[in-house]
């Protein structure tokens, strides 16, 4: 199938001027032949996505010190090595939030995840749902609600962000509502913004500033390139039709810089809740205090997160607050973990540590820029077969038997 679209390729970091017309054809994804681990799907998508929008995904903030500290903290953990049980029977099933997930695994809210592979959101949500999986679309997406809920076939997360124009929040949770989501996942610890240095470096500040050397990267990749002359849009598409001038980027940018809201607190989250209809998780709790509050504020689950590394650097890894937070409100919450998780037996620590299940965010970031939609079907799988693998080395049958005793 060939499509003819326009030339003007509108990015959230600038514009990049494309011929007059041009038509491609709909191509298949990028071999993965012999990708067997993250890494391997993180090399591919470094090579494939243009270097401003890998580093997006992939930088913490400052020094990037929290960043590192949850991968390390993780690796610490060591696994009981367990022999002589029958573990011919496995199960890696499990529910979350009631309802039965194939895999103790969510995709993670992601911005610009459209600008990865065209489409990205889309794709990404297919092949979670095709893997029995929740997928968080992220309010900073590239594709809109819409877009997602008319191109799959169930229900999907939404991850909301508290703006200072409680209008404008007020028409995302309607509409998430109207797109059937499933559930809202409520991100609470962006009020202010930590700064990534790769960001500003590569150009990707707010308002944007393209350097040279990024165009360069861009039109060195055409593969990505030609891909994104085929896609739905090329900016936020949630904030289409909101935002005056939304399709300048520098509008946009402006708008976005000045609509976090340092002002953000509980009495919030209690009017999200009176809003919303379905099922509240939280996302950001690194605190057992915060836990115990996120509850009495109505929410299902909460995500023990620090944003990746994102955002306050010097803060605890996420394993390290895990087990207190997960003693301190596990049976009034579900407790969900994220932060760091690029394998199966990371997926088992955090589990054994008290979570129900683990959101993954980098891991399948990469999937996505290495191949797509097969790209992110890869990645799951290869968590998916480590989780397994590592159940049965530790004489583990089912994920409802893992907890502490499955570790050193």
């Known amino acids: 199938m060939e499509r003819v679209v326009p030339t003007a ?57 929290t960043l590192r500290a949850n991968r390390a903290d993780l690796e610490r953990i060591t696994l009981k090595q367990r022999v002589l049980v029958d ?6 099933a499990t529910t979350i939030l009631g309802e039965t997930v194939s895999l103790p695994v969510a995709l993670a809210p992601i911005g610009l995840g459209g600008m990865q592979w065209a489409d990205g959101e889309i794709l990404a949500c297919r092949a979670a ?17 819409e877009d997602v809920a008319e191109a799959v076939g169930k229900p999907f997360w939404f991850q909301l962000y508290v703006m ?10 309607e509409r998430a509502a109207a797109a059937r989501c ?21 150009g990707l500040s707010v308002p944007p500033a393209l350097k040279p050397r990024t165009i360069l990267d861009i039109a060195s990749r055409p593969g990505w390139t030609a891909r994104m002359l085929t896609a739905k849009r ?49 996302k950001g709790i690194l605190n057992v205090d915060d836990a115990r509050a996120a509850g009495k504020a109505g929410a299902d689950a909460i995500v023990v997160s620090n944003h990746g590394g994102r955002q306050l650097d010097g803060a605890p890894s996420t394993i ?18 994220d932060g760091g998780v690029h394998s199966g ?27 797509g939609e097969a790209g992110v079907a890869t990645a799951i799988e290869i968590l998916r077969k480590e989780l397994s693998v590592t159940m049965a080395l530790t004489g583990t049958r089912s994920v409802s038997e893992i907890d502490g005793r499955v570790l050193n």
Not at 165 to 171: I, K, L, M, P, T
Not at 192 to 197: A, E, F, K, P, S
Request: some cysteine.
């Open 320 to 337: 390290s607050m895990l087990p207190r937070i997960a003693e301190a409100v596990g049976s009034e919450v579900e407790v969900l973990f």
């Open 129 to 145: 749902q095709a893997a029995g999986i929740p997928y968080t679309m992220s309010t900073m997406s590239i594709c809109s609600i």
């Open 234 to 282: 090329w900016t936020f598409g949630n904030l289409a039709g909101h935002v005056k001038g939304a399709d300048s980027v520098k509008a946009v940018a402006d708008w976005v810089a000045h609509q976090f809201d340092a002002a953000l607190n509980w009495s919030d989250v209690e009017w999200i809740r009176s809003l919303w209809p379905g099922k509240l998780i939280i």
């Open 182 to 202: 499933s559930a809202l996942v409520l991100t609470v610890d962006l009020q202010v913004l930590g700064q990534r240095h790769a960001d500003v470096r590569n």
């Open 87 to 92: 573990v011919s029977q496995l199960d890696t």
């Open 9 to 65: 390729l509108d990015i959230p970091t600038g514009m990049v001027t494309m011929p007059d017309r041009v038509t491609i054809s709909s191509a298949a994804p990028q071999s993965l032949k012999g990708m067997t681990c993250i890494e391997d799907l993180r090399r591919a998508a470094r090579r494939r996505v243009p270097r401003v929008f890998f580093d997006y995904a992939e930088a913490g903030s400052y020094a990037e010190q």
């Open 345 to 371: 037996q990371d997926v088992m620590r955090a589990l054994a540590l008290g979570a129900r299940a683990c959101l993954v965010g980098r891991a399948y970031v990469y999937g996505l820029g290495a191949g």
């Open 164 to 173: 200072k124009d409680r209008g404008f929040v007020r028409s995302l949770v």
